[in-house]
């Protein structure tokens, strides 16, 4: 099979083989399935991942360990994740963050609402999951790792505005780390990792530090806990339009930006 395949290019490069070019169908399968099908299962199974540690972080979360062990196991989950699997879909994981990607250009629009329907069915399978590997006591004991934090009204406006600043940092994080090309980097899936564990430190206390509608979701449906989820989508959704008018209009490159280009 090597010597063939040898045999193959020193005759292309010399022009003497007629190389047979893939039939436009079989081209127009592999495109199809890579561009739209192989993405969604990324988000899928990516979701699935991150959301499986999350919520196993919570339930089995020692009294000892405060926020920390939840923070630290979110932020190198979701940049694990991202660095292993983001090239294959843009590593989002998250319907805050497509929704963002979508208004500053990194996401087509067709895309937005089946990377949604991934990325919520991959939080219900996370949260199963993490309810099969978990003691009933402790599963039952961290409401199923769904966000409780907030228990009565008068916290609600805080809790809005902790989810709309902290999805904020993380949103901003991906799109000027990983799509707005004057500022791409590296390191930029580990970067969006620790947005997610400083945000979890900080604002922890506030309102659960969620950022991520398809997070909120997956232990809600395996709970059977609705109390002030709405907060959850909110919040996240409305800093996504915040960043997206922010790099449309004032900080992104000559590429996004809408306004102001110059010649």
């Known amino acids: ?24 169908r079989g081209r127009w399968h592999g495109c199809w399935y890579e561009r739209l099908v192989q993405p969604c299962l990324v988000e899928l199974l990516g979701s699935a991942l ?27 989950a979701l940049g694990l994740v991202i660095a292993t699997l983001g090239n294959i879909s843009g590593g989002h994981f998250n319907p805050a963050v497509s929704l963002a990607a979508m208004l500053v250009g990194g996401l087509k629009l067709t895309m937005l609402f089946p990377y949604w329907i991934s990325q919520l069915c991959g939080g219900l399978i996370g949260a199963a999951l993490a309810k099969a590997v978990s003691p009933e006591d402790r599963f039952w ?24 600043i902290l999805t904020t940092l993380l949103v901003l994080t991906v799109c000027m780390g990983a799509i707005n090309e004057k500022t791409l980097g590296p390191l930029a899936p580990f970067c969006i990792g620790f947005s997610v564990t ?62 102001l280009k110059g010649r």
């Open 198 to 259: 400083v945000d979890i430190l900080a604002g922890g206390a506030v309102s659960g530090a969620c950022m991520n509608p398809a997070r909120a979701f997956g232990p809600a449906m395996v709970a059977n806990h609705w109390d002030y989820h709405w907060i959850y989508w909110l919040g996240p959704l409305l800093a996504s339009l915040l960043v997206g008018v922010l790099i449309r209009f004032f900080i992104g490159d000559a590429k996004i930006r809408l306004i």
């Open 141 to 164: 004991n961290a409401t199923g790792a769904a966000f409780a934090t907030v228990q009565e009204s008068e916290q609600v406006a805080g809790a809005v505005v902790a989810e709309v």
């Open 50 to 76: 991150f959301i499986f540690i999350g919520c196993l972080s919570v339930i089995e979360n020692g009294p000892d360990t405060g926020r920390l062990q939840p923070a630290l196991a979110h932020g190198l």
């Open 1 to 24: 099979m090597f010597t063939e395949a040898a045999v193959s290019m020193c005759d292309l490069e010399s022009g003497s083989v007629k190389v047979k070019e893939p039939s436009n």
